[in-house]
């Protein structure tokens, strides 16, 4: 009886090594659709994109107030420990902060949404027809006069190139029509008059205790003093539209999305300036 238990015994660890591949192949597969797995990656993108976007980025590539966070090889190799202490307890001597503020779930999240910025994401499928909405990107949808895809478009607004490599279509679309819109940190509005009685709106760049920076629509940057002005009032509205719903049909948002999709991340800063030909 000895050799048979022996033999039932083997078999039995044979089938559970056998199996244990298949069932761990099945559970990678199945984590996009846990909602556990969908919940942190919604709550590290909205973060980011409220603290940290406004100088490293929608796409995390950087502008001139933050460096590339997603595509630098020397953060890719850093680990998930190293990057959670550096979102906590901030670079000093440099204009990283330190996000006392964030629970642990958030850094997490926030740590888990910069590897999918950093490439690894799974494949998707886009909703709609990607030329189409370029089509929409830099006409009906006027959003070229912000955003800058490919060094083309407005500068207002984040550069959008490459922002939607790594995003779900369910996302990017839920971002373009959302509603109320509270604008990030860096794109806050305001309301002025200078002491020359001239008005002005746009961007706050820039603000301490006694001066601001403004950047208006046509890309002009205004350097103020707060004790010279006549009024300024900081406003809670965002510069991108909230009725997109209404504006773009749901094939003219699919398509849009799509583009957002396909744009490839620049290989290099690329100025953002406005281009009239792609425009019209």
Do not use: W
Request: proline share 5%; aromatic share 6%.
């Amino acid at each position: 009886m000895l050799p048979t238990r022996k033999s039932l015994a083997q078999f039995g660890l044979c089938l559970i090594l056998s199996v244990l591949p298949i069932s761990l192949m099945q559970a990678a597969q199945d984590l996009s659709t846990d909602p556990d797995f969908r919940a942190t990656r919604a709550l590290g993108r909205r973060t980011f994109n409220s603290s940290c976007a406004g100088c490293h980025g929608l796409d995390g590539r950087g502008s001139d107030k933050a460096p590339n966070i997603s595509g630098s090889e020397g953060l890719q190799h850093l680990s998930d420990a190293q990057m959670s202490s550096t979102i906590s307890n901030g670079i000093p001597g440099t204009g990283m902060p330190a996000f006392h503020a964030f629970k642990e779930r958030q850094v997490r999240a926030v740590v888990d949404y910069l590897r999918s910025l950093q490439g690894k994401i799974e494949e998707r499928t886009l909703p709609g027809d990607a030329k189409r909405g370029k089509e929409v990107f830099f006409g009906k949808g006027d959003c070229s006069s912000c955003h800058t895809i490919s060094g083309k478009g407005g500068f207002l607004g984040p550069d959008l190139t490459g922002y939607g490599a790594t995003g779900s279509a369910k996302a990017i679309r839920e971002e373009i029509v959302k509603s109320p819109r509270i604008p990030s940190r860096g794109y806050r509005t305001a309301m002025l008059t200078t002491s020359a009685g001239d008005q002005l709106e746009g961007l706050i760049r820039n603000e301490d205790n006694f001066s601001l920076q403004l950047l208006t629509k046509d890309g002009s940057f205004h350097l103020l003093k707060k004790a010279e002005l006549q009024n300024f009032e900081p406003l809670n509205s965002s510069l991108m539209p909230g009725n997109y719903r209404e504006l773009l049909s749901d094939g003219e948002l699919s398509d849009l999305v799509s583009y957002l999709m396909v744009t490839p991340p620049s290989r290099t800063a690329v100025p953002s300036r406005k281009n009239e030909d792609d425009a019209e």
